[in-house]
């Protein structure tokens, strides 16, 4: 089993910053590309920034310029810097991983999500 915890959610201004954590652990052979979703209430979960394992982001539009995913591959762990926040940002972050496990299975695995919300 793999698990994915998030961590850095929480309530900020409009302008503000924030950082999201995503940590990997268990039975992890390679993990392939890594991202992470967002679901704002009465809407679809949506992509908001993927990175491969060669460290190749890609974002959706609404965030361009704006969030920076990375990631630390000895840690297994991706991050999401989140700048310039908006309101509709407002969502729950989840964290995606692409897992190549212990026994040479190709699985998708998610965390439980970390609440962000942009308000005044």
């Known amino acids: 089993q793999v698990q994915l915890v998030e961590s850095g959610g929480g309530l900020v201004q409009p302008g503000g910053s924030l950082r999201l954590s995503c940590a990997a652990s268990?039975?992890?052979?390679?993990?392939?590309?890594m991202g992470w979703y967002r679901q704002a209430p009465g809407k679809e979960r949506e992509l908001v920034a993927r990175?491969?394992?060669?460290?190749?982001?890609n974002y959706a539009d609404s965030v361009k310029g704006r969030f920076t995913i990375s990631r630390d591959n000895a840690k297994n762990t991706v991050y999401l810097q989140m700048n310039s926040l908006k309101p509709e940002d407002t969502a729950v972050y989840y964290c995606?991983?692409?897992?190549?496990?212990?026994?040479?299975?190709?699985?998708?695995?998610w965390g439980r999500g970390t609440q962000v919300t942009v308000s005044s």
């Open positions: 268990g039975s992890i052979f390679r993990i392939n590309a």
């Open positions: 990175i491969t394992s060669v460290g190749s982001p």
């Open positions: 995606n991983a692409a897992v190549l496990t212990t026994q040479f299975l190709n699985r998708d695995y």
